[in-house]
């Protein structure tokens, strides 16, 4: 039936070519000589219906004068009723949550606030100065001081929350940062302790191989002198051809053996000598030539007769 009836008015208004509204507007009862707590629940649930989001709410003629009607009552009587600041504050801070129109205000507060103008506006045509329009306009003062107060509140609640998304942001990018950090000198640690090791096992191998170099040079002196001296002992019964072929055999054995221990040393100590090979061929050339010339006396100069 209800679905029928949706029908049936779509179908007159596509025909007419007017928008026929429903007034399901309720207005809570109240009287001139109710009490002042009868009057604050009346005025809280008839502020709460003007700022409902049912389009079929929305403010027809009939609505503004049953609205009216309702503030005469109320702020009509012997007794003067005064709205409390807390009722409208309590009212409007309730859609806090709900969603902002284009000035960041709650869409239910603003619908309050005009529908309220448009009742004020009403009421000051018909009657401009009467006490209850001018109650009536003292309370769309204050529904319009608590708008105002809540535009602040959501500006700074957005404030807030876009300052904690930004210090979350913040924070994980420190955290991020001390990761790396601290990956970065744990990194710098171990490479550092690896070259220091590196470092220490190649100083070890330069002392031993400056130990062997100058133990080698010690071996080969022994060895020098031992092989002189046995060959100075039978001096006396070789010829001088001979003894001058060995000395000169001798004398390049040593300079060699010592000319190749220095040169090993200066490379495992990283100290270039590019002269230390040209004296060892000129000294090995003039070896060569002394050895030659004690071999060819030997061969075509006779030796004196000893007498």
């Known amino acids: 039936m209800k679905r029928a ?30 009490d002042e707590t009868q009057k604050r629940d009346a005025l809280t649930k008839l502020l709460e219906t003007l700022a409902s989001d049912d389009p079929g709410l929305s403010l027809s003629d009939e609505n503004i004068a049953d609205v009216k009607a309702f503030f005469e009552k109320l702020y009509g009587g012997q007794v003067k009723f005064r709205h409390r600041y807390s009722d409208v504050c ?35 045509e018909d009657r401009p100065r009467s006490e209850q329009a001018d109650s009536v306009r003292k ?5 319009e001081l608590e708008k105002t107060r809540l535009l602040h509140y959501t500006e700074q609640m957005k404030m807030m929350c876009s300052f904690e998304e930004r210090s979350t942001q913040l924070d994980e990018q420190i955290k991020e940062q001390q990761e790396k950090t601290e990956s970065e000198i744990k990194r710098l640690e171990d490479d550092s302790l690896k070259r220091i090791e590196e470092e220490k096992r190649e100083a070890q191998r330069e002392n031993v191989s400056v130990l062997g170099v100058f133990t080698g040079i010690v071996v080969a002196f022994v060895a020098g002198l031992t092989f002189s ?18 000395a000169t055999v001798i004398g390049v054995f040593l300079f060699d053996t010592i000319a190749i221990l220095l040169s090993f040393l200066g490379k495992v100590t990283r100290v270039e000598c590019p002269d230390l090979a040209k004296i060892v061929k000129i000294a090995n050339f003039i070896a060569l030539v002394f050895l030659a010339a004690a071999v060819f006396a030997r061969f075509f100069i006779p030796m004196p007769a000893y007498n």
């Open 139 to 143: 309370l769309c003062d204050h529904i």
């Open 5 to 34: 009836l949706e029908i049936l008015t779509s179908v007159l208004q596509a025909a007419n070519g007017d928008y026929l509204e429903k007034s399901m507007l309720i207005v809570p009862d109240v009287e001139a000589d109710s």
């Open 229 to 246: 001296s046995s060959i100075l002992q039978s001096i006396d019964r070789a010829s001088i051809y001979r003894l001058c072929a060995m």
């Open 90 to 124: 309590n009212v409007v801070f309730d859609y806090k949550d709900c969603e902002l129109d284009p000035t960041n205000v709650p869409y239910p507060v603003s619908r309050l606030a005009d529908n309220m103008g448009k009742v004020l506006t009403s009421m000051l």
